[in-house]
């Protein structure tokens, strides 16, 4: 077994080449021949895992699909697990739209409304909230949290573990006795897992119930054979480079489309103002920065948040139409196409009311961790450390970035203080090193000294009035 010299992660092949040797110029051959990879590791490999890196926009969902479907095609019943009620729900009709003669079992609560209602008309599909009722199926998916109360006398043979990056370690263990092999699907520079309490007590002990469930996997096996996919298919190639330069260092990627693949036009002219200035900034080169003038300013920073309604309004009511390899003719900027991203939920609640009074309906307007995993057209986003007096661990988390950076495919419109970068230097990390605890690289402050170091070359001024 050789080492990577770019991570320094055991290479498992097979293959004569690394995908990512050859994804900026054939990103498509270095899609298929990772996939390739991942599945003969899954099907045909004696190792207990498989772990898969994934960058954003890459297939995550995809690939477990495809995985799913060749471990029942071969005679392999396998259970899935997904972190949240909306991921499974989004695999079921994935499954079933591939293979609508599939048995899948859709496990789940006993609450009201437990999933999904468009699940009931798949013929192929049965729900149940007693894994006893599914049993015989090929495929049965539910939450980590649903499947720590199933218990079974014959363990599953695989098991395919998605979002696994998002996944606790307890919960891990939770279900680890529900079957004998695993594939573990996520995205490395995401959010850390959530936890309600505290999690310094546990720092640096072998088994830290709050890390991931994949950092705390490979501490303890470091043997399995750890793959990655090279290319996303989300991020235009404006963006690409930047996110996977800042967020993936040691896993780099490239975009699935080349330079011009991909553009937005406008029906109605610029008027001059900041947030026109910016749309049409981040039309042409996919990124946008709205400065405005520096303040220490409460969180739900009035013109901050109004600046970020007023874009939004000007991308509809410029009438924009996105154009991509995905259509033949360039599809209309609806408002379900585009959204706003924050750190926090007030922050959120404020964008939602000021698009409320400008008659704006139908955009997203979430913070990252519910944003995690989507996919939109156009982002306009809230810098986390806009207006701030310090630059807090929580706000300097290279996931809340790297989510809030990464959900376009089109454009990203980032509307921010002036300052931050002072601020950075004013405001070293100053985390406590903890023995055991591996440094997790890169940090939130070389993150957002790279991502506003690009910026920077797409910077509106403005002074609302």
């Known amino acids: 077994m050789t080492t990577a010299p770019a991570t320094g992660r055991p290479d498992p092949g097979p293959g004569p080449r690394d995908p990512a040797e050859f994804a900026a110029a054939d990103p498509g051959a270095a899609a298929d021949l990772a996939t390739a990879r991942i599945l003969h590791h899954t099907l045909h490999g004696e190792a207990r895992g498989v772990v898969v890196d994934s960058p954003p926009g890459a297939g995550k969902s995809t690939l477990v699909v495809r995985a799913a479907r060749e471990l029942a095609a071969a005679g392999r019943p396998l259970m899935v697990i997904a972190q949240t009620n909306a991921q499974v729900d989004d695999l079921v009709l994935r499954l079933a739209a591939k293979d609508p003669e599939l048995g899948v079992g859709r496990l789940h609560s006993s609450e009201a409304e437990p999933y999904d209602r468009a699940l009931d008309a798949l013929p192929a599909v049965r729900t149940s909230a007693k894994a006893g009722d599914l049993a015989g199926l090929d495929v049965v998916l539910s939450t980590a949290a649903k499947w720590a109360h199933v218990r079974t006398e014959e363990p599953w043979g695989h098991a395919i573990v998605d979002e696994a990056y998002q996944m606790r370690s307890d919960a891990l263990l939770a279900v680890a006795g529900l079957f004998e092999r695993a594939l573990f699907v996520g995205d490395p520079g995401q959010l850390d897992p959530f936890a309600v309490v505290g999690s310094e007590q546990w720092a640096g002990l072998a088994y830290d119930p709050s890390a991931s469930a994949v950092s705390t996997l490979l501490a303890h096996n470091p043997e399995l054979p750890q793959l990655r996919l090279p290319v996303s298919w989300r991020l235009p190639a404006s963006a ?222 403005w002074r609302p009035g």
């Open 240 to 461: 690409a480079p930047l996110v996977s330069r800042a967020f993936y260092p040691f896993t780099p990627f490239t975009s699935g489309t080349g330079p011009g693949a991909r553009g937005l036009d406008f029906a109605v002219a610029s008027d001059g103002s900041g947030p026109d200035r910016v749309i049409d900034e981040a039309a042409g080169s996919g990124w946008g920065l709205l400065e405005l003038p520096a303040a220490r300013t409460p969180r739900t920073d009035p013109e901050a948040v109004d600046s970020l309604a007023r874009v939004v309004a000007r991308l509809l009511e410029r009438e924009g139409r996105a154009r991509s390899e995905t259509a033949e003719e360039p599809v209309p900027l609806t408002a379900a196409r585009i959204a706003v991203g924050t750190a926090h939920r007030d922050q959120a609640a404020a964008v939602r009311a000021a698009l409320d009074r400008l008659g704006v309906r139908g955009v997203t307007v979430d913070t990252a961790n519910r944003l995690q995993g989507r996919e939109y057209e156009v982002t306009v986003v809230l810098h986390p450390l806009s207006g701030r007096p310090d630059a807090t661990a929580f706000h300097l988390e290279t996931g809340r970035l790297c989510v809030l950076a990464s959900r376009h495919r089109q454009a990203c419109i980032v509307v921010c203080r002036a300052g931050v970068p002072e601020l950075l230097d004013a405001h070293p990390s100053t985390e406590p090193v903890q023995l055991g605890v591996s440094v997790k690289f890169p940090d939130g402050w070389e993150a957002n000294q790279a991502v506003l170091a690009e910026l920077g070359g797409h910077r509106v001024a």
